[in-house]
């Protein structure tokens, strides 16, 4: 069995994985990135946030084919769904993708290799695969990422009762799909098959959907969802799943009682859990906290020197960009570099339509943290660009603090959304005032003119607010 030697090795091929890699290559380390698939990428590029967005955009075309293209006076004929051909295209993306990052680990001269990594010692790695190899590492990074939550009262099969990742794959249009879990994954896979034409319904346990988002955000994108034919069952828990060669049958407390819903397919959306299975965390003794995830410190580090960790296997948000930036950070100050990671200004997005953004703090959130606020809010219904396009619903939302005006959070409900959210992000991280974006000059018409309405509308004297 072959040994190798590197100044790091980073155990995971995802967005924190091969970032960190290649960033540690630029620091001039020897790296190796080892990952037990050999489509490069990890959950958001293979099975995740890629896919996802583009059945999201294939699918949105079809719904504005099908509902939206008359108002602008384009009229067609008979419209058909050609689902296997959606899917070859999102497979296109996703291959085209994974080889961009096999391309960009071999510019960097970053080693790669497949298979499946577990501790030996704190400095040494056996990889089994199709060449099973030891791999010794001055350090050692995990960014092995996360996988759906299964729940035990409703256990993955695969045909009827689906994760994310099977949800993706449906070879045919179901005429029914029950979602269970009212996040970000939920809704918006809910949204695809919703748009194909399926009816989908929605089951959360609690009162409201995007848990931890800004209120008025969540109860206006149901509404939105509920107007594009989601239903939605709130505090509504499901007890059991009985599926059977048709369907499903779930078994729900309602809290006043109890139903039934039937679905050919359930989808499980109730969140993600850390991946360290097979690692041999234990074998080194790396401290897990009471959810799983691995303890590290403000430099990434785990309880054992010379290991650390980054993304969904740590404490946070499960973001690819918070993995990202954690991966930089960590790579950086092992080179004696001035990483840093900015937890208050990571962008959270829900990629609906319209779509959900936010940074930083709700008012609910701040006023908690003993904060006094002021709030301004502008209607994407007064401004020009989304009339033309014919996407009005939806808001800007900024929170400011009142004693310095500085920013605290902002929160969009609308078209684009998650292209618009970057702007109040830099704002954040420069500590910006709200009177600094009020001040700042948005091209008209644009969406963004949304950010500075509401910026104004924190100081009323809002003008089209």
Known sequence: MSTSNYDL???????????????????????????????????????????SKALLDSSERYAEARN???????????????LDKMMKRKRRVVQTLTKGISS????????????????????????????????????????????????????????????????????????????????????????????????????????????GMDSEVASGLRKSLEKQGIRF????????????????????????????????HVLVAVGRTAHTTGLGLETIDVRTDERGRIVVDQKFQTSVEGVFAIGDVITGPMLAHKAEEEGIAAVEQMAGVAGHVNYKTIPNVVYTWPEAASVGSS???????GHAVRVGTAAFRANGRARCSGT???FVKIVADASNDTILGVHILGPHASELIAEAAVAMEFSASAEDIARSVHAHPTLAEGMKEAALAVGERGIHS
């Open 233 to 264: 069952r709130l505090k509504t828990r499901m007890v059991s799943a009985e599926s059977d060669d048709s369907g499903v049958t779930l078994n729900l407390d309602t809290g006043d009682g109890t139903d039934s819903l039937r679905a050919d």
């Open 392 to 394: 009005i619903d939806g």
């Open 9 to 51: 090795a980073v155990i995971g091929a995802g967005p924190g994985g091969y970032v960190a890699a290649i960033r540690a290559a630029q620091l001039g380390m020897s790296v190796v990135c080892i990952d037990r698939d050999k489509s490069l990428g990890g959950t958001c590029l293979n099975v995740g946030c890629i896919p």
């Open 104 to 211: 960009l680990l071999r510019k960097n001269a970053v080693d790669s290799v497949v298979g499946s990594a577990s501790f030996v010692s704190p400095t040494e790695i056996q990889v089994d695969g199709e060449a099973p190899q030891r791999i010794r590492a001055k350090r050692i990074l995990i960014a092995t990422g996360s996988s759906p939550i299964e729940l035990p009262v409703a256990p993955f099969d695969g045909r009827r009762i689906l994760s994310s990742t099977e949800a993706l794959e449906l070879e045919a249009v179901p005429q029914s799909l029950a979602v269970i879990g009212g996040g970000a994954i939920g809704l918006e896979l809910g949204s695809v098959w919703n748009r194909l034409g399926a009816e989908v319904t929605v089951v959360e346990i609690l009162d409201e959907v995007l848990p």
């Open 363 to 369: 008012a609910e959130a701040a006023e908690q943290a």
């Open 68 to 82: 939206g293209l008359s108002d602008h006076g384009i009229e067609v004929g008979e419209l058909q769904l050609d």
